[in-house]
C-alpha cells in the first residue's frame, strides 16, 4: 500500500527541525546519548546480572525470589526503553557498531532487532495509528483499538481485561510473534519484510537459543525446573505489562487521531507528516524526572516521533522548543500532566472504542 501525505509547503516540520538544530549548535553538543545515558546502562546492566545470579545460583526464599523476578522485569523493561530504544534508532551513539550492539539486547531479552526496527522504525514511525501499516495497533481480535477495527462482542469488556492481555504480550512476541513474522514474510497486513541476509537468519536462530538457554535452560539445572517456569513467567508478565501500557499511552488514549485506508492500494493522508504525527501521539508526566530518566524519554513520544535519531537525553530541551512552534502553527499538542492521567485516558478510551 502507498501512504501519501500532503506535504505541500510543509512549514511546519521545516521550522521546527531548524530551530532544533540550531540549539544542537549553539550548545555544540551532539545529538546521540551522552554520560547520563551511559550511566544508566551501568546502573540496568549491573542490576540484571545480580538478580539473575541471585535467582540461579543463591537459591533465595520465596518471597525473595518473587521480589527479584519482578525487579529483574522492570530493569528489563528500562533496559529496552534506554539502551536497545536508542541503538535501535541510532541515536545511543556515534558508532554504528555501539549502536547495533544496543540493539541486539532486544535479542537477548527473547525478541528479535531485525523484525523491530521494520516494526517499529520504519512501519511505526512512517505510519503512526494507520490501520493496516502500523503493526503497533494490529491487536485484534484481543482488543479493538479504534472505531474502524471489527468490534467483537467481547470488546465491551476490553477495559476490563487489558491489562491481563498486556501482561502476557511480551510471552507471545518471543515465542509467536517473532515465528510469524518470520515464516510470513510480513510485517503488518500490507508490509512484507526485507530480505534477510543469512547473517540475520543466524542472529534470528542463535539469539532465540541463547535467550532460551540463559533464562529457561540454565536456571533449570541450578533452581529447578518448576521455579524456572514460574520465575520466567512472572518476569515476562511484568515486562509485558509495563512495555505495553507505557507504548499504549503515547497514541491509544483520548484525542489521539485514527487513520482507516478506503482501499487497499493506496492512503492520502490530510496533514502533512509532522502534523501528523503530533496527531496521532500524545506525550505524558515530561517535567516528571524519575519517570523521564526510568522510561528513556518515551513519554516525550512526540519529540521521539518527529526525531528519532536524537537521543531521549535531549528531549526536555526540545519540547520547549515544539511547544513554541505548535503554537505558532496552531498545531494541537497532546499532553497529560501524569502517568495516572494518561492512563485513565487509555482506558476510557479502551471502554469507548469497545462498545462504539
Keep these: 500500500m502507498q501512504v501519501k501525505f500532503n506535504n505541500r509547503g510543509a512549514d511546519f516540520y521545516a521550522t521546527l527541525k531548524e530551530r532544533t538544530e540550531a540549539y544542537f549548535q549553539s550548545k555544540n553538543i551532539k ?41 529483574l522485569g522492570l530493569d528489563m523493561a528500562a533496559i529496552g526503553f534506554n539502551m536497545m530504544h536508542d541503538g535501535a534508532h541510532g541515536s545511543y551513539s556515534n558508532n554504528k557498531k555501539v549502536n547495533e550492539v544496543m540493539a541486539l539486547t532486544l535479542n537477548l531479552l527473547g525478541a528479535n532487532s531485525f523484525f523491530w526496527k521494520q516494526k517499529h522504525n520504519v512501519n511505526h514511525h512512517s505510519y503512526t495509528n494507520i490501520e ?74 542463535v539469539s532465540k537459543l541463547v535467550h532460551f538457554s540463559v533464562f529457561l535452560v540454565i536456571p ?38 485514527f487513520v482507516t485506508p478506503q482501499n487497499d492500494e493506496s492512503v492520502q493522508v490530510e496533514s502533512e507528516w509532522a502534523i501528523h504525527q503530533i496527531k496521532t501521539t ?36 526540545i519540547n520547549r522548543i515544539l511547544k513554541r512552534t505548535c503554537t505558532e502553527f496552531n498545531v494541537k499538542y497532546i499532553e497529560f500532566p501524569t502517568v495516572t492521567g494518561a492512563f485513565f485516558s487509555h482506558m476510557k478510551h479502551l471502554k469507548k472504542t469497545g462498545v462504539a
Design 31 to 71: 545529538p546521540t546519548g551522552n554520560y547520563k545515558l551511559y550511566i544508566k546502562t551501568f546502573v540496568f546492566s549491573a542490576i540484571l546480572i545480580f538478580c539473575y545470579v541471585s535467582l540461579v545460583f543463591l537459591n533465595p526464599p520465596v518471597w525473595a525470589a518473587i521480589l527479584l523476578c519482578v525487579l
Design 132 to 205: 493496516g501499516m502500523d503493526d503497533d495497533i494490529d491487536v485484534n481480535p484481543f482488543l479493538r483499538l479504534h472505531v474502524s477495527q471489527e468490534k467483537r462482542w467481547f470488546h465491551r469488556f476490553q477495559h476490563v481485561y487489558a491489562l491481563l492481555a498486556y501482561s502476557l504480550m511480551f510471552f507471545f512476541w518471543v515465542f509467536f510473534r517473532d515465528f510469524k513474522k518470520y515464516f510470513t514474510g510480513k510485517i503488518a497486513k500490507y508490509t512484507p519484510i526485507r530480505n534477510m541476509t543469512v547473517k540475520e537468519h543466524v542472529i534470528f536462530w
Design 220 to 257: 533449570m539445572i541450578y533452581a529447578g525446573v518448576v521455579e524456572t517456569i514460574v520465575g520466567y513467567l512472572l518476569i515476562t508478565f511484568v515486562l509485558g505489562l509495563v512495555i505495553s501500557v507505557v507504548f499504549q499511552l503515547a497514541h491509544i488514549v483520548e484525542g489521539t487521531e
Design 282 to 317: 500524545a506525550n505524558f508526566a515530561t517535567r516528571n524526572p524519575l519517570v523521564n530518566w526510568l522510561l528513556g524519554g518515551l513519554n516525550f513520544q512526540v519529540e521521539h516521533h518527529l526525531f528519532p535519531g536524537v537521543s531521549h537525553v535531549h528531549y526536555p530541551e
